[in-house]
């Protein structure tokens, strides 16, 4: 294939493979792996014909792009939840790991100990590209995810790092540890140089306007693989460890465009990650495929089930952290893009030093990487349920403003047995609601704090139900992307702005929840009549066109609220969203009280 032509397959190969893995819930990075190794090795599709040198500097700039979009995920604030944990895992974490990993691969794979002290620095690493998505998928609370996602960002470039002056030691410094200590240093200063300085300084001018809003991510995106370029040519593959202080400095600068950053980086991720998981498979050949035996798949036993745990247990020994996350950390280690890469870059150049079974580094680290993604993957829903880190299915509403039909709502709703939550920055007005026992947070639900505190993984709609309208669309924005906009609503807006041409569009909030005309005021002017929460559930013989004989035109005399399927799965409904519920169904109805239960 042409170079446009290949690009263009790799690329609709690889976000295919993204939409297929989400279908099956399957970690997405397995399928694309299994796509590299059919079009790669097996098929001979793709040939990039590129000289490795180059190839390896491409696969650089895209990694250091990867990491500074995670780095900036993580938020100085959770280290007073887990930073004694958050410690623990990044400053002993990676050198017991190292240790042990490299003891596994000489004892167990058969490895030399040059190769298998570079493969231990390789496996380090654990993957925040798979890991994010695995945090998403269990609902992990927010603790154990902190937990999980410092380590897999923070530990990234620390694991390069030491495969790259474990390298040196033994193919360039020719084995003096004087020399590789200064590596260090001088990696750790270009960094702290380059990403922290730099990215303040990046902040800086954002912040004050001296650069057009419709460049700043581009040119943010630039200067990331400019900073990772500079660190790279003072000491090789620091880079990487720049441009994850540099993520953690700007992402932490309260920058107003941040959430605009954020999402082009995101953007960008999944492409690079499409692309990078399909082109480093492909360059593996059959011949060392051939080359995996028993002794290796020992080897990624060991890692699973004595490496890993035992990492976690020395590093973690006397630390104020809950059992059942020691017990998780313990378990979910997969390694993702930075450790396929670290594996292109050191099996061919260690081969060149004269190290011929550095051969094996790439399969084996491709090995690692499937196994633990599918292992990991697979297991995660079952592990956090076990140890009660997780809610078991996201199944209920928030409600964002705590009034009088609020209350009532989240009574019936919690009467249904369905998961309900309501916040309010009034003390005052929760007060009712704690009274019935319902569960409540008192705060702006837009601070910091409602971000890193407030527990909605168990959550699977939000309901902003305030009397300010513009409120409503602001949060519908802020916080909707957590469950899907298709499941974020806000009452309908009051009747002054009603008109089409002036009503804010979709775009610009959430959906209209129930009729479109059950605003505000028209709620609780109907509560006041009288009106109440009831249900009803349908049947074969009493459906919904029965329903609605008996109660008559919806909207005008009843307003249906949402419902509960006979799996138990509650739904908002909206004209903007509507389902249609069938027989099994229990309907929960807002109505004056005359007309008689059917259930």
Known sequence: MHGATLLLFILLVGLASQWLAWRLKLPSIVILIAAGFVLGPVTGVIQLGMPPGELTELIGLGVAIILFEGAMELKLGELKRVGHGIGRLTVLGPPLAWLLGSAAAHYIAGLSWPVAWVLGAILVVTGPTVIGPLIRQARLNKESASLLKWEGIANDPVGVLLAVLTFQYFTVAGGELSETFFSLGTALAAAALTGGVGGWLVGWFFRRGWVSEHLKPPLLMVLVLAAYWATNLVQHEAGLLSVTIMGVVIGNMQLIEREALQHFKENLSIILLSVLFIVIPAQLELSQLGLLDWRLVLFVVAILFLVRPLTIALATLGAPMRKQDKLLLG???????????????????????????????????????????????????????????????????????????????????????????????????????????????????????????????????????????????????????????????????????????????????????????????????????????????????????????????????????????????FQLFSEEQPFKPESGWKLLYFAPPEPADAS
């Open 331 to 569: 378990w979910i280690a997969p390694r993702g893009i930075v450790a396929a890469a670290a594996a292109s870059i050191f099996g061919p150049a260690m081969v060149e030093g004269g190290h011929p079974d550095a051969e094996l580094l790439l399969p084996i680290v491709f090995l690692v990487i499937v196994v633990t993604a599918l292992a990991h993957g697979l297991s995660i829903g079952f592990v956090t349920r076990r140890l009660e880190l997780s809610a078991r299915r996201a199944n209920g509403l928030l409600i964002v403003g705590a009034t009088p039909w609020t209350h009532a709502l989240a009574v019936a709703l919690k009467k249904m047995d369905v998961n309900v939550l309501v916040t309010d920055g009034s003390y005052s007005h929760l007060k009712p609601l704690r009274m019935d026992d319902i569960d409540t947070y008192y705060g702006e639900i837009l601070s910091e704090h409602a971000e890193q505190e407030l527990e909605v993984q168990h959550l699977s709609y939000l309901l902003c139900a305030t009397e300010n309208d513009f409120y409503n669309a602001l949060v519908c924005k802020a916080r909707g992307g957590a469950f899907g906009r298709h499941r974020t609503f806000q009452l309908a807006t009051h009747q002054e702005s009603r008109k089409e041409s002036k009503r804010m569009t979709l775009q610009q909030r959430g959906h209209a929840a129930f009729d479109d005309g059950e605003d505000y005021c028209t709620l609780h002017e109907r509560l006041d009549e009288g009106w109440t929460m009831q249900t009803t559930r349908l049947s074969e013989n009493y459906g919904l066109d029965k329903m609605r004989e008996r109660l008559g035109e919806q909207g005008e005399y009843w307003v249906l609220i949402g419902g509960v399927n006979p799996d138990g799965l």
